[in-house]
């Protein structure tokens, strides 16, 4: 095996690797339930967001965020999501 074989592993893992890092830190920021203040009223809520959406967003380019699991639903199932913001 020369060296000039192993040339295209490297192109690889310098495109997947830096990807990876990217990815990986989407992930751990959008990880968990958070607690955030409801624009609506003003008090305390509990939100998870949706980290699947979040890593192909970011995939795609874009920075969206989608709320997953909310304390304040079921009544307020149809808001927003302002306070992902």
Not at 53 to 80: F, T, Y
């Amino acid at each position: 095996m020369s060296i000039l074989s192993l040339i295209p592993v490297f192109f690889v893992l310098a495109l997947v690797g830096p990807a990876t890092w990217a990815l990986g830190n989407v992930y751990r920021r959008n990880r968990g339930a958070r607690e955030v203040t409801c624009p609506e009223n003003g008090q305390f809520a509990t939100i998870e967001l949706d980290v699947r959406h979040a890593l192909v967003a970011h995939s795609l380019g874009d920075m969206d965020q989608r709320v997953k699991m909310c304390s304040r639903r079921p009544e307020r199932e149809g808001c927003d999501q302002a306070c992902v913001r």
